[in-house]
């Protein structure tokens, strides 16, 4: 499991091998793809002719899956405007956005929105006031640990207009009252005497976006923050303070009657290290992660616990109903959902130093101490992987490939016959042994979330 306090070089070597990018790739440079599609080789045709000396087209961070260039009818006149991202090399922190329209056959330049920092933190487009058109929300990140200023633009009259202008260290939109419109959630930390983490709300009001409520958690700070589903019928806001040096809680907040509430106890959800809520068993309702040290491990520094994730649903009331566990390591980017049957009876180990050799999961009975190895996870290179295939097969060893992922050959080695385990512990352990394509269903590929 990746931990804050440990260092963003190993967690940027490695990625690099896990994406078989360059070291330190910059998204301008990921645009250089073996081809193109004819329409975006159209996009970028059109929106060259406009852009800056020294600029160069770039890549919005968030929402994952963005790309230089979009296409969408921005006025509402039944044709697409074109959206093009760049950054320019010479201006040092000038970066910007193009807006084309179609006219005569020709495309033309209708706006130029610029802004300054390091990268486009976020770029998309969303209805945020309610009129069936699209707004352009784009983020501009300056250097790590500052905050990042968002823009919102409506587009009028062939122009685009600023509509909303926060700093944010996190937003998320939604529709949280169920009326149509979706709300925009702020993050941020504050400059008071004693900072601490805002939580702003804004509403749409006569197409304009205005504060309609904000909470304050005194002495905290900004995580991240998310609107989702709370359960099948009713939205939330998902917010995750940090506390101290590494630890976190996350608050389930709700607008009831123009007010925001908070429904949880911070000590109900406290954990050692951030972990942003998601909908980690995919049924369309978020979940509240806390992590805990597996057993064995609770005189390890916390750097080295291999801490497990456990998942939590809201229960309707104030408190929080357990879904599944899961070990998820955010460096080399996978997870694998720990089987029901194993709670309560397993530990995890990493073994450091060594990717090749991942993490080992084992039965530990009624105790702490490992008794027998349930499941070893590997994870190759590829360029070793031959070489290590002939190990697995000299030494009789049962494995499955789990997949590939940049550079990296991930397989689940499965244990030896042979343990000392007899009587009720044996047959208990036995009862645990997953088959291959049990294994394949607990594994999967994740991205970061940090």
């Given at each position: ?374 499941l070893t996870l590997h994870i190759v290179p590829q360029n070793k992987w031959q070489e290590q295939e002939k190990e697995f097969k000299k030494s009789q060893a049962p494995y499955i490939v789990l997949g590939e992922k940049g550079q990296m050959v991930f397989v689940g080695v499965f244990p030896e016959k042979e343990n000392k385990l007899s009587g009720k512990p044996l047959q208990e352990y036995q009862e645990l042994l997953l088959k291959q394509e049990q294994v394949k269903e607990q594994f999967e590929f994740i991205s970061s979330p940090y």
């Open positions: 499991m990746i931990r804050k306090i440990k260092s963003g070089i190993t967690a940027l070597l490695i990625s690099s091998l896990l994406t078989g990018c360059n070291f330190m790739q910059s998204p301008m440079e990921l645009l250089k793809q073996p081809s193109m599609d004819v329409s975006q080789a159209e996009m970028k045709r059109a929106a060259e002719q406009f852009l800056p000396t020294g600029s160069q087209f770039t890549i919005p961070l968030k929402p994952s899956g963005t790309g230089s260039f979009r296409q969408a009818d921005l006025d509402g006149d039944g044709s697409k405007e074109l959206l093009a991202f760049y950054k320019n090399l010479q201006a040092g922190y000038e970066m910007g956005a193009l807006i084309l329209k179609k006219e005569d056959g020709k495309w033309q330049l209708q706006d130029h929105i610029k802004g300054l920092g390091q990268s486009i933190d976020y770029g998309d487009l969303q209805d945020v006031t309610g009129d069936k058109k699209p707004e352009l929300l784009v983020g501009w990140s300056g250097a790590d640990g500052y905050e990042k200023e968002l823009e919102i633009y409506s587009f009028q009259d062939k122009k685009a207009k600023r509509i909303g202008q926060y700093t944010y260290n996190s937003f998320s939109t939604g529709d949280l009252d169920e009326d149509g419109k979706a709300e925009l959630a702020v993050l941020f930390r504050n400059n008071k005497e004693i900072p601490s983490a805002e939580l702003h709300l804004y509403q749409a009001v006569s197409g304009e976006l205005k504060q309609t409520a904000k909470l304050e958690y005194e002495g905290g700070y900004p995580a991240g923050v998310v609107i989702g589903q709370a359960s099948k019928d009713r939205k939330g806001i998902f917010v995750d303070i940090g506390e101290g040096a590494h630890s976190a809680v996350t608050q389930l907040v709700f607008l009831e009657n123009n007010t925001l509430r908070n429904v949880f106890s911070q000590s109900r959800t406290f954990k050692p290290y951030s972990l942003p809520s998601e909908d980690v068993d995919k049924d369309g309702v978020m979940e509240i992660g806390i992590m805990y040290e597996p057993p064995g491990t609770e005189q390890m520094a916390m750097a080295e616990i291999p801490w497990v994730n456990r998942w939590y649903k809201w229960d309707g009331k104030d408190g929080l109903l357990p879904v599944l566990e899961e070990y998820s390591n955010y460096i080399f980017g996978y997870r694998f959902i720990i089987p029901q049957n194993w709670i309560g009876k397993f530990t995890v180990k990493e073994i450091e130093d060594n990717p090749e050799k991942g993490v080992e999961f084992d039965y530990i009975g009624k105790g702490k101490m490992p008794l027998a190895k349930l």
